[in-house]
């Protein structure tokens, strides 16, 4: 029995996954400091059985023990952190991590796997993350980093100049598309807080300024959908999050790809799995590595 969690920058999830079915999943705030983090991990751990593997998919990068932060504003104390013996120790079984985005890749892969055997996963969500699966393998990189394009500069013609990225880069995807960039840009043309959610309540209404913020963010995608292609010769992509699977962005990106040349045009789908890609897709992968080492 393997127990899957997903850990991102605004929420943590667990199931117990068994044949790539989630059961009893459960869901929590993220909070902002690592002993909350803590305790937050035992709560959604606590009464269930024991597991034989933890499985967990988190934002950022992991070299297996560490976890890193791309966007160091994600989380305050996601720098070097130890999330794996920390695990480890609280619940008493062999872990393994892999980022969140990767994770999900490998989940929708499986559902695809007859269709295309190279596919990028986008997650637009709190941050912008990418998994890839490229001639049927999950590819990680040497750091954990590969598929990152939420941190691929994005050639969008800003009007108000590129903004400085959490990574220290300027006028990345995840300063355009991102559920954070959307509400920032959302407060800043109407004058007011407002979310990513009410930012796609006025797109649906017709609201010509927020329909404006949103073809933006979708260009900007394409962009990157679009270099990402000319790299690696893709066959699928695939949007999750909380942005990617909102009403209308997946035609918003077929749009924005439609204006390129016929080369970039690919085809793009949503997650199949729902937000459960990542917690379906650690578990399958954690179950096909060593776990040489683990305690």
């Known amino acids: 029995m393997t127990l899957a969690i ?6 943590i999830a667990a199931a117990t996954v068994i044949d790539g079915v989630c059961h009893d999943r459960r869901q929590l705030p993220m909070p902002a400091s690592e002993p ?24 950022g990068y992991t070299d297996g023990e560490r976890v890193r932060g791309v966007n160091r504003n994600t989380i ?11 695990l480890r120790a609280l619940l008493r079984c062999p872990v393994l991590a892999l980022n969140d985005a990767q994770a999900a890749a490998w989940g929708e892969y499986g559902l695809r796997q007859a269709e295309c055997s ?3 996963y986008l997650t637009l969500s709190t941050g912008v993350g990418g998994g890839l699966v490229l001639d049927g393998e999950l590819r990680r990189g040497a750091q954990g980093l590969a598929g990152h394009l939420g941190h691929m500069a994005v050639d969008v ?21 991102s559920g954070t960039a959307l509400a920032r840009q959302a407060s800043g043309r109407f004058g007011r807080v ?14 010509p300024e927020a329909q404006d913020i949103l073809w933006r963010a979708a260009r900007a995608v394409a962009s990157a959908v679009a270099s990402a292609h000319a790299q690696l010769d893709l066959q ?18 077929e749009a924005a790809l439609a204006e390129l040349p016929p080369l ?15 917690l379906v897709g650690v578990a399958a992968w954690a179950v096909r590595q060593p776990l040489q080492g683990q305690a």
Do not use: H
């Open 118 to 120: 190279n596919l990028l």
């Open 264 to 278: 970039y045009r690919l085809p793009v789908d949503v997650a199949r799995l729902g937000a459960d890609a990542g």
């Open 36 to 59: 909350e983090f803590l305790a937050t991990l035992a709560a959604l751990a606590q009464g269930r059985p024991a597991p034989a593997l933890a499985a967990v998919a988190v934002t």
């Open 76 to 86: 305050a104390f996601w720098n070097d952190y130890p999330l794996v013996p920390r």
């Open 6 to 11: 997903d850990i991102g920058g605004t929420k």
């Open 236 to 253: 699928q992509v695939v949007l999750g999050g909380s942005v990617g699977l909102a009403a209308g962005m997946r035609a918003l990106v």
């Open 157 to 177: 013609a800003p009007t108000d100049g590129p903004m400085v990225c959490g990574c220290g880069r300027r006028g990345c995807l995840e300063t355009v598309a």
């Open 194 to 207: 407002l979310g990513s959610a009410e930012l796609f309540d006025r797109v649906a209404q017709g609201v």
